[in-house]
């Protein structure tokens, strides 16, 4: 029997607890949501909030992640330095990560990025339509040529982002913007995806085909064993023949 992937959502739940608009579309968080989903899709779910100690990602828990999805937007310098240098670790060495919507600002993604992950943004209920742009991925698995959602927040390029290793989805809004929604990247032995749909105020996380993405994604960042990375002197592999000093003539 296969082992299930476990994963880790994890929330500010912030929103959910001062904001009756998004308390009404998430009562129990948007981290429970997710998460259920993902339990009824046939993995080893768990939620982690901000306000548990350490963040709910403890070194234990963290040590039996497979994959991480990050979501993130009011209190990103709340989050501890040394557990995003404890996650950092964990995803170079191959935990999975999934960073969702304002995301894109967390210490987290920062660090790994290496670049400000800035963009432009309007919140205006305007619709979004996520084109996908690589119809092979195992990420759109049971996604048509596009998702479309009647009501989002924009984000707008230019995304200070580094060149992405793929770019899945393209987002076209009312406004005229377009956006890269759906990027991977990979660091050390970890996969990362960034997948942009998600403001708090609206139901995306109850949209199926948002989900799904989520759940292939969860499935494609899952670590692959692949043993440790060997860094460092090695002794040869095959036999080196001496060589006579000087030039050849």
């Given amino acids: 029997m296969t082992t299930p992937i476990r994963v880790v959502v994890w929330n500010e739940f912030r929103h959910e607890k001062k904001d009756e608009q998004v308390r009404a579309i998430y009562p129990e968080g948007m981290h429970t949501v997710i998460a259920r989903y993902l339990a009824e899709a046939g993995f080893d779910a768990a939620t982690a909030v901000l306000d548990e100690p350490e963040h709910g990602l403890t070194d234990e828990v963290l040590d039996r992640c497979d994959v991480l999805v990050w979501w993130g937007h009011i209190a990103h310098d709340e989050v501890k330095d040394e557990v995003v240098e404890r996650i950092h670790r964990r995803v170079l060495e191959g935990m999975g990560l999934i960073v969702l919507h304002s995301g894109h600002f967390s210490k987290i993604f920062k660090t790994l990025m290496g670049t400000t992950c800035n963009l432009k943004w309007r919140e205006a209920d305007e619709k979004e339509r996520l084109w996908v742009v690589a119809p092979g991925h195992p990420i759109v698995e049971g996604i ?19 060149e992405p290793d793929e770019t899945i989805f393209i987002s076209w809004f009312e406004g005229g913007e377009v956006f890269r929604s759906g990027c991977t990247f990979t660091r050390g032995k970890g996969k990362i995806f960034y997948f942009r749909p998600g403001h708090e105020t609206y139901p995306t996380y109850h949209h199926p085909d948002v989900l799904k993405v989520i759940a292939n994604a969860v499935r494609w960042a899952a670590p692959v064993n692949r043993g440790e990375i060997v ?5 040869p592999l095959e036999p080196i023949k001496a060589k006579q000093g000087g030039m050849t003539p």
């Avoid at 998702?147 to 707008?156: A, D, N, S, V």
């Avoid at 860094?231 to 002794?235: C, P």
Wanted: negative net charge; charged residues 30%.
């Fill in 231 to 235: 860094f460092g002197n090695v002794k």
């Fill in 144 to 162: 048509g040529p596009y998702i479309e959602l009647e009501q989002e927040e924009m984000y707008g390029e230019f995304f200070d982002i580094p």
